[in-house]
């Protein structure tokens, strides 16, 4: 049973927003630096922002600076991504991901567990 579940993407016009979310089950969410990837057609995956256990510290790709916010509540077992000023390249699969470790190793592409990802879409 995978223990982190994505949901919230869907399709978009280009300057508009989403808040993709990740529920976890089965694992001490409190325990894992969390991160959020993404996968566009024909490309590989690609790290998009991570989020220390106690949200002391959040990292993001060059590419999403600005206009994405991770961020989570380990009351809820849950994870954010909001998204805003979405472009046509932000396009893709969004997978959740957990590291037992440290969100430096999601920086790295490294983690533990990962979702079923969710569909992003966004048009011109």
């Known amino acids: 049973q995978v223990p982190l579940v994505e949901s919230g993407g869907g399709l978009v016009q280009a300057g508009g927003s989403l808040r993709p979310s990740c529920v976890a089950s089965g694992l001490t969410f409190s325990r894992y630096a969390m991160g959020w990837f993404r996968q566009a057609p024909g490309k590989e995956r690609e790290f998009v922002a991570a989020?220390?256990?106690?949200?002391?510290?959040?990292y993001y790709a060059d590419s999403v600076k600005g206009r994405f916010t991770i961020s989570r509540d380990n009351a809820k077992n849950t994870l954010y991504l909001q998204m805003n000023s979405l472009k046509p390249e932000d396009t893709g699969i969004y997978y959740c991901?957990?590291?037992?470790?440290?969100?430096?190793?999601?920086?790295?592409?490294?983690?533990?567990?990962w979702g079923q990802g969710t569909q992003v879409t966004v048009s011109s």
């Open positions: 991901a957990a590291d037992w470790n440290s969100s430096d190793d999601l920086v790295r592409g490294e983690f533990d567990y």
């Open positions: 989020i220390s256990r106690g949200s002391t510290r959040t």
